[in-house]
């Protein structure tokens, strides 16, 4: 069975930087898309970021551009969310997920990432990331 767990959250002062790791375990998949997204206190959950394996193109919520990266090592199965100027806005519970149905390009050509989160086929447990002012 498939299995995505999620690292790396933890508190971190405003301006401060984080970096998650979300690791994959028994996944064999050739063409997929990973992505991230969080749910806030009382909020719905969101797209943050994603990025396809076939050509490593990249997607961002307009929120985090210019402050979060994300990265893939193939080799490691696991995808990496590097968090810089962090905000206290961003305190959430940050979720990875996989698609690998709907071609790895779909969910990263898509405008906003939210109209792909209900598609996704697999989903870590979360880690929580908590900035203070």
């Known amino acids: 069975e498939v299995q995505l767990v999620e690292s790396g959250g933890g508190l971190v002062q405003a301006g401060g930087s984080l970096r998650l790791s979300c690791a994959a375990s028994k996944f064999t998949f050739d063409d997929y898309a990973i992505g991230w997204f969080r749910q806030a206190p009382g909020k719905e959950r969101e797209g943050v970021s994603c990025?396809?394996?076939?050509?490593?193109?990249?997607s961002y919520a307009d929120s985090v551009k210019g402050r979060f990266t994300i990265s893939n090592d193939k080799a490691n199965n696991s995808v990496y969310l590097q968090m810089n100027g962090l905000k206290v806005e961003d305190t959430a519970v940050y979720y990875c997920?996989?698609?690998?149905?709907?071609?790895?390009?779909?969910?990263?050509?898509?405008?906003?990432?939210?109209?792909?989160?209900?598609?996704?086929?697999?989903w870590g447990k979360g880690t929580l990331v908590a900035v203070s002012s």
């Open positions: 997920a996989a698609d690998t149905r709907r071609g790895s390009r779909f969910l990263c050509g898509l405008p906003y990432l939210n109209y792909g989160m209900y598609g996704m086929d697999y």
């Open positions: 990025i396809s394996s076939s050509d490593g193109s990249t």
